[in-house]
């Protein structure tokens, strides 16, 4: 009973967790390489430099990338689980990204819808960043499972 119950909060924990995530096509910032964003280089990953942490799937480019990641992987984890920074901050809504389109912002990662025209990297900016970003942090807070 004691390890059904253990295996039963594992389980949990990782749904719980995967929810705090943007998990399109099964990774984090849909497939590519979070630790090539801070070389300024928006690199799709590769399966053979995969990883696992916080119970989701982080692709690399390389073996290079990977290791970094492993060495010091809250660095590299993009702002609200790999969500539309712009989208979080304005309405407090969890939006799908576009993975080419990001900023390094005091050494964290944030990713952005770009489609159809309505490009939020540029939203963002226009409207005031740092403002976004602190009310993206209160909204994130409510939103985290």
Do not use: H
Not at 140 to 145: I, P, R, T
């Amino acid at each position: 009973m004691k390890k059904l119950l253990i295996a039963f909060l594992l389980v949990s924990s990782t749904v719980f967790s995967q929810q705090d995530y943007n998990l399109k096509r099964g990774y984090v910032a849909n497939g590519y390489d979070v630790v090539a964003y801070f070389a300024n280089k928006a690199e799709k990953g590769k399966k053979k430099y995969t990883t696992t942490y916080d119970g989701v799937k982080f692709q690399f480019s390389s073996a290079k990338n990977l290791a970094a990641f492993k060495e010091s992987p809250t660095k590299y984890v993009p702002q609200y689980g790999g969500y539309c920074a712009y989208a979080i901050g304005k309405n407090g809504e969890k939006v799908s990204i576009n993975p080419k389109t990001f900023e390094i912002r005091d050494d964290k990662l944030y990713l952005f819808y770009n489609a159809w025209g309505t490009n939020t990297l540029k939203l963002w900016v226009d409207e005031g960043a740092e403002s976004l970003k602190k009310q993206a942090d209160i909204n994130w807070k409510k939103l985290k499972k």
